[in-house]
């Protein structure tokens, strides 16, 4: 019987290697806006529907499509007013669908990374071929959108199979979302190479904020500001990350705006904060502080 994943080892959140990030900083935070491209009737996977509604399901698809029209825009120039960098979470697709926004983000200086080429289309019940063939796509079409190195990853719609994160690492992505299970990076055991974990919060993200636990734009708020008071007094015995992930088409909403920018403007107003990148917080991590974690990890124990 399988009791544990078995991607990463244990090491309690008390007894760790010292985390110094630059400058000082007691929280890596970052922002990590998902820029993505939803068909309207995608090819049929078996494991998943993509929308809940028959297709075609004209209501959720425009839903969706308002981020990419009017609530990206809004939400970059919140950003921009704060002084941060967004780490875009890309359906790579959006590149030949929506260019306008793809120069938008390079413009600014953001990273991009993967998040598939639809996410409509899953990696459930892929072929090694196949799933390889998606990640060489993200590859090769941000480095000819944008000049960048793909360097992180996060599965189109957190769907993922049992050799992703192996592909990846082979494939030189240096970092990955997928996994929930701290606030600081770890180490992710792979076959070839070296892939750490970001911290990427479904806590604080827009998605289970607004559509799962219903919360009012006030609120959620005050929820990131609890997030980074308490990650902010941790960080000065050891270093943390903080994430917003965020979805233009939610947070992009006019009337949520000011809340969230309230928010942005508290943390970024402090001064041991570094206003990091996705990548920057994955390089930093495994230059200097990746093989003292791995030594002093071990695998959960087996009853």
Known sequence: MKRDPALYDYLPYARRPKI????GARVAFWVAPNVEFYELEPPKNPSRAAWARPAPDVLNYSYRDYGNRAGFWRMAE???????????????????????????????????????TYNTRYLFNLSEDQE?????????TIRRASGQKLDG??????????????????MGLSYVCDLFHDDQPGPIKVKKGR????PYSLEMNDVIAYNVNLVAPRHYGEIIRRQFDRLYAEGEESGTV??????????????RLKAFED???YI????????????????????????????????????
């Open 78 to 116: 919140v950003m921009d007013r704060c002084g941060m960098r967004g780490s875009v979470s890309l359906n790579v697709a959006v590149c030949e669908h929506h260019p306008e926004v793809i120069a938008a983000c390079v413009e600014r200086g953001w990273e991009l990374y993967s998040h598939g």
């Open 20 to 23: 110094e990030w630059p400058g």
């Open 263 to 265: 928010a942005l403007a």
């Open 242 to 255: 903080m994430c917003i992930p965020l979805h233009p088409y939610l947070i992009g909403q006019p009337y």
């Open 268 to 303: 970024t107003g402090h001064d041991k904060v570094w206003l990091a990148t996705g990548r920057e917080i994955a390089r930093h991590f495994i230059d200097h502080h990746y093989d003292a974690f791995a030594k002093a990890s071990h695998p959960v124990r087996d009853l």
């Open 153 to 170: 990853w996060l599965a189109p719609a957190l769907t993922y199979t049992e050799r992703t994160l192996d592909l990846v690492a082979e």
């Open 195 to 198: 892939l750490a974990s970001i």
């Open 132 to 140: 390889r063939a998606v990640i060489q796509d993200s590859i090769d």
